[in-house]
């Protein structure tokens, strides 16, 4: 191979890792609940990745959610460290979990935090991993957690995903936990909704039986094959309008 020509080759190839590197790097949404996160904002957000505002819904109205409300977490270190400041709070309703079906997203007392996050155009998301910090009150908090996702925002079972479940300790104490789940994509400019549900508990108080706080969801943009055909394909062209200009005239 010709220097001119391995050296267009190994542009080619640096500048595709690096759209590539860009493009389907793992980033990580997470909710801290502070300041600048207050009323569930995401805290941090990818170029390729758009939205994710939470909320609490189908709640004890004897409480009503908070996402600014001051009562530090502790006691655990996460993926993005404590926020230590603020976090989310509701009052679940008494519902049996997990959540395992369709059916079960439609039931009213099923307690859940919402967030929907967009991809850029021409890319999809891929969930890799989900934690979260969790103080659930003793004897009356839940004791299940199930994170779920729908890409037309629960509508359909066929679209709804069981992401993964994990038990929660009702002691009235903070800690980290990590929701076991296998690398989930979905479809390009798609838009998932995601769902975070606190089940087996208590309502019926005054007061709070569920806090998070220190949500994080590691997400994958990829982009379409076409993305990296397309840039290929334009610098082979210039690599080849070049390697004309070099080519000596013929007398």
């Given at each position: 191979?010709?220097?001119?020509?391995?050296?267009?080759?190994?542009?080619?190839?640096?500048?595709?890792?690096?759209?590539?590197?860009?493009?389907?790097?793992?980033?990580?949404?997470?909710?801290?609940?502070?300041?600048?996160?207050?009323?569930?904002?995401?805290?941090?957000?990818?170029?390729?990745?758009?939205?994710?505002v939470m909320a609490a819904n189908q709640f004890d109205?004897?409480?009503?959610?908070?996402?600014?409300?001051?009562?530090?977490?502790?006691?655990?270190?996460?993926?993005?460290?404590?926020?230590?400041?603020?976090?989310?709070?509701?009052?679940?309703?008494?519902?049996?979990?997990?959540?395992?079906?369709?059916?079960?997203?439609?039931?009213?007392?099923?307690?859940?935090?919402?967030?929907?996050?967009?991809?850029?155009?021409?890319?999809?998301?891929?969930?890799?991993?989900?934690?979260?910090?969790?103080?659930?009150?003793?004897?009356?908090?839940?004791?299940?957690?199930?994170?779920?996702?729908?890409?037309?925002?629960?509508?359909?079972?066929?679209?709804?995903?069981?992401?993964?479940?994990?038990?929660?300790?009702?002691?009235?104490?903070?800690?980290?936990?990590?929701?076991?789940?296998?690398?989930?994509?979905?479809?390009?400019?798609?838009?998932?909704?995601?769902?975070?549900?606190?089940?087996?508990?208590?309502?019926?108080?005054?007061?709070?039986?569920?806090?998070?706080?220190?949500?994080?969801?590691?997400?994958?943009?990829?982009?379409?094959?076409?993305?990296?055909?397309?840039?290929?394909?334009?610098?082979?062209?210039?690599?080849?309008?070049?390697?004309?200009?070099?080519?000596?005239?013929?007398?």
């Open positions: 191979m010709k220097p001119f020509s391995r050296t267009l080759a190994l542009f080619a190839g640096l500048v595709v890792f690096a759209v590539a590197a860009r493009a389907v790097g793992i980033t990580d949404m997470y909710w801290r609940f502070g300041t600048a996160g207050g009323s569930g904002l995401p805290f941090h957000s990818s170029d390729n990745v758009t939205g994710g109205v004897l409480y009503a959610p908070a996402f600014d409300s001051v009562n530090p977490s502790a006691g655990y270190s996460g993926l993005n460290g404590i926020s230590r400041n603020h976090n989310a709070s509701v009052e679940v309703k008494n519902f049996a979990g997990p959540i395992t079906s369709f059916a079960d997203t439609f039931n009213p007392t099923a307690t859940y935090f919402e967030f929907t996050l967009t991809p850029a155009s021409g890319m999809k998301l891929q969930a890799t991993a989900f934690e979260l910090g969790s103080r659930s009150e003793t004897g009356v908090g839940p004791t299940t957690l199930t994170l779920v996702a729908s890409s037309d925002g629960f509508a359909t079972a066929f679209n709804l995903t069981i992401l993964g479940t994990t038990t929660l300790t009702a002691n009235s104490n903070w800690a980290l936990y990590n929701v076991p789940m296998s690398p989930t994509t979905w479809g390009f400019d798609t838009p998932v909704t995601f769902r975070i549900y606190g089940t087996d508990g208590t309502g019926g108080l005054l007061t709070p039986n569920w806090r998070i706080d220190d949500v994080t969801l590691s997400l994958v943009a990829v982009p379409e094959p076409s993305t990296y055909a397309t840039l290929l394909g334009g610098l082979l062209l210039l690599g080849a309008r070049a390697l004309r200009r070099r080519k000596p005239a013929v007398a």
